[in-house]
């Protein structure tokens, strides 16, 4: 029990320490956004992915740029809210209410953080490329991005602790942040975000999932939520 004990504080000062570093890379990256000193990453990378001479156009075959859309999607406000809510249901059913209102408290303040962030900072779209995408808010930080990060890392952790072997929550997990740098990925591709953007949006997410990971530990210790089945 003392080595138990010693394990999850070492876990929650992980988590701690890479929630603040996170939130530090962000706050940088939006520094050097602000004073401009990004222009010209963002603008090589952009164009990068676009046909020598022709910005219209996108590297690789027609089913490239499909995919992107479709991967696109995987941060979208619509499949969020569907997994969202599917995970909460899940949770409730096995028994873990607590837990599932501690989810969508975490996304639900994610998704607050993330529309104010882009209210402030109000960064234009890319003007370089035509978009692949719809868009109607504002560049940074991307919010497929940081949104993808808060919910699939969330959920993941959350539903993580629910099974008793470590494979499969390393799995959940890894699947997670497969998910959430797809999304970011996509986002550059179809011209709907600087690469900074993203960036700024997986540190936002990457800190804010981090964080309420490291506080449901702490709430699932006192007796605020209900403990993880290996505890």
Not at 8 to 15: F, H, I, K, M, P
Not at 73 to 99: C, H, K, N
Not at 107 to 121: C, D, E, M, Q, R
């Amino acid at each position: 029990m003392h080595w138990l004990g010693r394990h999850v504080e070492l876990g929650l000062a992980v988590a701690l320490s890479l929630a603040a570093a996170a939130a530090w890379a962000f706050v940088a990256l939006a520094e050097e956004v602000v004073e401009g000193g990004t222009h010209a990453f963002d603008t090589a990378v952009l164009l990068a992915l676009r046909a020598p001479g022709d910005p219209a156009d996108p590297l690789g075959p027609p089913w490239v740029d499909e995919l992107a859309r479709d991967l696109t999607a995987l941060g979208g406000t619509g499949v969020l809210t569907f997994v969202t809510l599917a995970a909460a249901g899940f949770l409730w059913l096995r028994s873990r209410r607590a837990t599932a209102f501690y989810l969508l408290a975490a996304v639900g303040s994610g998704v607050a953080l993330s529309n104010t962030a882009k209210a402030l900072f109000n960064r234009p779209r890319p003007d370089l490329v035509p978009h692949g995408s719809a868009v109607y808010t504002a560049s940074f930080p991307s919010g497929h991005s940081m949104m993808a990060a808060v919910t699939w890392l969330t959920l993941a952790v959350l539903v993580a602790t629910t099974f008793t072997e470590g494979r499969l929550k390393l799995y959940v997990v890894a699947l997670a942040v497969l998910v959430t740098i797809a999304v970011g990925l996509s986002r550059v591709y179809l011209g709907v975000h600087w690469p900074t953007d993203v960036l700024a949006g997986w540190a936002a997410g990457g800190a804010w999932a981090l964080a309420c990971a490291a506080l449901a530990r702490v709430l699932s210790r006192r007796g605020a939520l209900e403990a993880a089945e290996d505890d």
